[in-house]
């Protein structure tokens, strides 16, 4: 088998992977993902902190993953690259702890 032959099947295993998996079932236990929106979501990225709102994810009611449909996903990159306008942002700057100080 050639190079490409090798490549060209592990990319078809990949691919036929994927596929096979349900986007509102969860990919671990394999049931049903509950709806969720979230009103105020906050994650830091790049030095600083934004809050996102109306974010949408499906959640798994036995084990807790948290999927993240393809809009939402999108919806996160707009926000990181700027492309919302009015997002509310500011540094992000980490708690700091006096625990050593003792």
């Not at 691919?15 to 009103?39: A, N, Q």
């Not at 809050?51 to 990159?77: I, M, R």
């Given at each position: ?6 490549i060209a ?43 996102l709102t109306?974010?949408k994810s ?45």
């Amino acid at each position: 088998m050639s190079e490409e032959q090798v490549i060209a099947k592990e990319e078809e295993t990949t691919d036929d992977i994927y596929s096979e998996l349900d986007e509102d079932r969860c990919p671990f236990c394999h049931i049903d993902l509950d709806p969720k929106t979230e009103d105020q979501w906050l994650r830091s990225y790049d030095g600083r902190e934004l809050w996102l709102t109306d974010v949408k994810s499906l959640v798994c009611s036995k084990c807790g993953v948290q999927v993240y449909p393809e809009e939402t996903l999108n919806y996160f990159e707009e926000a990181r690259t700027g492309g919302i306008p009015n997002l509310k942002s500011r540094e992000y700057i980490p708690d700091t702890y006096d625990d050593d100080d003792e």
